[in-house]
């Protein structure tokens, strides 16, 4: 069956500090993979997606960067955070529409 | 520009009765639409979808309706149960991989 891991699950980071937040698929191949922003009391905004190794598309102008370097694996990166970054970070992936989230990330930027 | 709307950031129901949630979507070459449940400090869950060569799809107490010239759909819930309580998301897959959910109504069901 397939599982995906989000990690970690909470963070409290400073202004101006990186970040990386990873998200492993196991148990399906060449899946669609997604990383979501819930800030609080808002939707599920899409910040990137990716169809493949190497592809990102970027859906939000942002001080945020994501990277696929293998097939299951999903990165989202910060050089420099902001307190605005502060919210609930989704890792998910899909097949042919249906996705399937992760546990979530509540990152504090202070 | 919000391509799936939930105008209804909130809804309170009684027990035992009928809950529905409505979303609007803008773009009618969205074909597959899906709910999703979210608990507080967890991710989404799949609930049910739906394809637009149907308009109906039914998963036990779980209903979705879709009227594509209206570009609007609908989840119903039937009996509402207070373990029903959450944040309920409609999202459309427009194929290329993208997937946009709407922001959300949070369902209230009371005993």
């Known amino acids: 069956s397939q599982t995906i891991h989000q990690w970690p699950a909470t963070l409290v980071q400073p202004v101006g500090s990186p970040l990386s937040l990873e998200c492993t698929v196991e148990?399906?191949?060449?899946?669609?993979l997604y990383w979501y922003r819930q800030a609080a009391g808002r939707g599920l905004q899409l910040l990137f997606y990716?169809?493949?190794?190497?592809?990102i598309s970027s859906e939000v102008p942002q001080n945020l960067s994501a990277s696929r370097p293998q097939d299951r694996q999903f990165i989202l990166s910060s050089k420099k955070l902001l307190l605005s970054d502060s919210g609930f970070y989704l890792c998910?992936?899909?097949?042919?529409?249906?996705?399937?989230f992760g546990q979530g990330t509540r990152l504090t930027v202070v | 520009d919000q391509q799936v709307k939930q105008n209804s950031p909130s809804l309170s129901v009684q027990e035992g009765r009928i809950s529905i949630l409505n979303c609007d979507y803008t773009?009618?070459?969205?074909?597959?639409f899906l709910w999703y449940k979210k608990y507080p400090a967890e991710g989404p869950t799949f609930l049910i979808s739906?394809?637009?060569?149907?308009d109906k799809n039914e998963d036990g107490r779980f209903t979705v309706f879709l009227n594509k010239s209206a570009k609007h759909l609908s989840l119903h819930i039937v009996p509402s149960q207070p373990g029903d309580s959450a944040v309920y998301f409609c999202?459309?897959?427009?194929?290329?991989?993208?997937?946009?959910f709407g922001q959300g109504t949070e369902l209230s069901v009371k005993p």
């Open positions: 998910a992936w899909s097949v042919e529409g249906r996705a399937f």
């Open positions: 148990g399906t191949s060449n899946p669609n």
């Open positions: 990716s169809v493949g190794i190497g592809q």
């Open positions: 773009n009618s070459m969205f074909d597959y």
């Open positions: 739906i394809s637009s060569i149907k």
């Open positions: 999202a459309a897959y427009p194929g290329g991989g993208k997937l946009i």
